[in-house]
T-cell receptor, first 114, second 109 residues
Framework: DTAVSQTPKYLVTQMGNDKSIKCEQN?????MYWYKQDSKKFLKIMFSYNNKELIINETVPNRFSPKSPDKAHLNLHINSLELGDSAVYFCASSQERGLNNEQFFGPGTRLTVL | GQSLEQPSEVTAVEGAIVQINCTYQTSGFYGLSWYQQHDGGAPTFLSYNALDGLEETGRFSSFLSRSDSYGYLLLQELQMKDSASYFC??????????FGQGTELSVKP
């Protein structure tokens, strides 16, 4: 019954490694997002996909690469991890032209880079 | 540029009413949303205002004045479980959700 799910929930890794976070939504939504929440709780959008097409790409290092194999999935791959990448990453989804623009967030992935 | 201002923290007692204000500067404003986030949890949607006025949903209400670039979230009959961070967020015409820094609400007995 989970609407937006992410794996893994926790990720601890060394600097320089490459890691991926997976996201799936079963709401039938057209649009999916990745957000980064830093230690001060500031939530910032990173990417948005609509029907597998990239529509928002904020100023994010190109070490971050989103991939959407279909409209229900949006994965985030991070190369050459740095200390500053430590944060909670949230996936979200919404219905295009939804009534109230509500976004549904996944439980988050807490990434710690050592 | 785009920016949102909201108080960093608010404290209130159970049963009280609290108002969390949000002022914004953005291009292509489409609407103002509010999200709640408990510690360790995900943001969850509370309300959305596209037009001026007050929207009420149970104990929570949200207000928007487009001419003043201002909105607020009103929480009534506060309960301990309302202790959380509350984020205002602007949606622009590109569909991008831009969050404020969040207001940490502490409800005391």
């Amino acid at each position: 019954d989970t609407a937006v799910s992410q794996t893994p929930k926790y990720l601890v890794t060394q600097m320089g490694n490459d890691k991926s976070i997976k996201c799936e939504q079963n709401l039938g939504h057209d649009t999916m997002y990745w957000y980064k929440q830093d230690s001060k709780k500031f939530l910032k959008i990173m990417f948005s996909y609509n029907n597998k097409e990239l529509i928002i790409n904020e100023t994010v290092p190109n070490r971050f690469s989103p991939k959407s194999p279909d409209k229900a999935h949006l994965n985030l791959h991070i190369n050459s991890l740095e200390l500053g990448d430590s944060a909670v990453y949230f996936c979200a989804s919404s219905q295009e032209r939804g009534l109230n623009n509500e976004q549904f967030f996944g439980p988050g992935t807490r990434l710690t880079v050592l | 540029g785009q920016s949102l201002e909201q108080p960093s923290e608010v404290t209130a007692v159970e049963g009280a009413i609290v108002q969390i204000n949000c002022t914004y500067q953005t291009s292509g404003f489409y609407g103002l949303s509010w999200y709640q986030q408990h510690d360790g949890g995900a943001p969850t949607f509370l309300s959305y205002n596209a037009l001026d006025g007050l929207e009420e949903t149970g104990r929570f209400s949200s207000f928007l004045s487009r001419s003043d670039s201002y909105g607020y979230l009103l929480l009534q009959e506060l309960q301990m479980k309302d202790s959380a961070s509350y984020f205002c967020a602007v949606i622009n015409q590109g569909g991008k959700l831009i969050f404020g820094q969040g207001t940490e609400l502490s409800v005391k007995p």
